[in-house]
């Protein structure tokens, strides 16, 4: 066992870490590394011996919550069994087999098939040449661009990055790549004009879209992805009608329709998927996150049959289907979907997202809605949020450098609350796992309470 402050120093000299200030991580000027040791339940503990409750469920995935010993022996079982073997050339596992039909029957839209990757990232990657290809199958080579909306998040690599609709994760890194657009966020709080329903707002955003889609030339539009529930751009759920009014355009420029339910997928929004709660019809699904709780990294691309017909009726002329990963598929990674998706059926997780979500909203709500400097309390099922403004009645942001979001999350953390904030304006995020209990929530709303509350009581007037 090393000490701390051993380790501190390693990381310090040898990690490069994400999403976090290099220098000062180096210098030791940022905050001092936290070696995460152990979970159980909603909570994690710490090599110092604090104790937090995770009201983020790691990065929204932990949704069974830690210590699961269940998927743990899952894992192990499979890594004796065995531990590695490639899916290319209709290699298969049991597990493999047992997952792919698991998530082709309870899929939203008409799946037919599923790609295994990673992470979201390499999913939407794989979304974005499965448009491509579909496209240049049918003879239709400008049929390519693919739209996703601003304050939209896809993940970080090249195309998933590009889609990803916030421009500092772009900055310097020489995205978006062409072919990329970002249609209007769906963020009816910043997005509507004085007196605008919401019903108003959204078919102002779906006549948005088809002015853009014929603008660019509707042979050149491919697909559209977007999130069910705007997340890391601030936990967003959609305006009223919003998917109503989105879809009939889309289908009539025949533009293929992908939703990353990275986020939602599993439960989160109270409804198995995402898709489901709004009446969404993909034609093709990503997923990550709950697919394994994070007890493992596996994403899965699910293929609808419009998509996946057309594939494989070119086989014939043009051959194998040239797409794939050293560890697509990965046995150990698919043992713990298996094992993960037992637990959520069996405690009926999305149900349980249902009504403890409904109670968390109603306490988010009662606590935080008429509070000052709250502009907005928003959420669905076990995701929320709440937005920081200076002024309510104008909407007038706090300065950025004051960094109000940041002192909150760290006043939160200070008092054993992990509750994120968000990264484009003043936003706490909450996205608890799904096993949270009512008692549970009224922990993680008291301590939000008191950490909003020491944050604007200590404020400079
Ligand atoms: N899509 C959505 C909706 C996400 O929230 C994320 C990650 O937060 C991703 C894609 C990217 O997933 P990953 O970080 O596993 O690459």
Redesign the pocket.
């Known amino acids: 066992m090393h000490a701390y402050d051993d380790l501190a120093a390693m990381d310090r000299a040898t990690v490069l870490h994400p999403f976090t200030n290099l220098k000062d991580h180096r210098s030791g000027s940022g905050p001092a590394p936290t070696f995460v040791t152990g979970g159980q339940g909603i909570r994690i503990k710490d090599a110092q011996g604090n104790s937090y409750i995770d009201a983020f469920a790691g990065?929204?995935c932990v949704n069974i919550g830690y210590g699961r010993s269940e998927v743990a022996e899952a894992i192990a079982e499979q890594a004796r069994q065995l531990a590695y073997y490639h899916s290319y050339a209709a290699h298969s596992t049991e597990a493999l087999a047992v997952l792919s039909k698991r998530l082709v029957d309870m899929a939203p839209g008409r799946a037919s098939k599923v790609f295994y990757g990673?992470?979201?990232?390499?999913?939407?990657e794989t979304q974005a040449k499965l448009v491509w290809y579909y496209n240049n199958l049918l003879g239709r080579p400008r049929k390519k661009k693919i739209i996703s909306r601003e304050r939209?998040?896809?993940?970080?690599?090249v195309i998933?990055g590009s889609m990803t609709g916030m421009s500092f994760y772009h900055d310097y890194m020489d995205l978006p790549f062409p072919g990329i657009l970002h249609a209007g966020m769906p963020h009816y709080y910043w997005g509507a004009a004085p007196g605008e329903s919401e019903e108003d707002f959204s078919s102002r955003l779906a006549r948005e879209l088809e002015e853009m889609i014929l603008r660019e030339d509707p042979d050149t539009i491919g697909g559209f992805i977007a999130?069910p529930v705007l997340?890391?751009g601030g936990i967003v759920p959609p305006p009223a009608g919003y998917w109503d009014k989105i879809q009939p355009v889309l289908k009539r420029y025949d533009i293929l329709l992908i939703a990353?339910?990275?986020?939602?997928g599993f439960g989160r929004t109270g409804a198995a998927f995402g898709c489901d709660l709004y009446g969404i019809e993909p034609d093709l699904v990503?997923v990550?996150?709950g697919l394994t709780s994070g007890y493992a990294?596996l994403?899965a691309v699910i293929v609808g049959e419009k998509v996946y017909q057309v594939i494989e009726e070119a086989a014939d002329r043009v051959g194998a289907f040239s797409h794939g990963y050293t560890y697509s598929g990965h046995p150990i990674s698919v043992a713990a979907a298996n094992a993960v998706l037992d637990i959520v059926e069996r405690e009926d997780l999305a149900g349980n997202a249902r009504a403890v979500g409904a109670y968390f909203q109603q306490g988010l709500q009662q606590r935080f809605a008429q509070m000052e400097f709250v502009g907005q309390v928003r959420g669905v099922g076990m995701m929320g949020a709440l937005e920081f403004v200076a002024d309510r009645a104008t909407k007038k942001r706090f300065d950025s450098a004051a960094s109000i979001g940041g002192k909150v999350s760290a006043a939160a953390r200070r008092r054993g609350l992990i509750a994120r904030a968000m990264p484009h304006g003043d936003i706490l995020g909450f996205s608890p796992p799904l096993v949270t209990t009512r008692a549970e929530i009224d922990e993680i709303l008291d301590i939000a309470y008191e950490a909003v509350r020491e944050v604007f009581d200590t404020m400079p007037a």
Not at 152 to 157: A, D, E, F, V
Not at 260 to 264: A, L, N, Q, R, Y
């Open positions: 990065l929204y990673l992470s979201g990232s390499d999913g939407n939209g998040y896809h993940g970080c690599s998933s999130e997340g890391t990353d339910e990275v986020i939602c990503t990550a996150k990294p994403s």
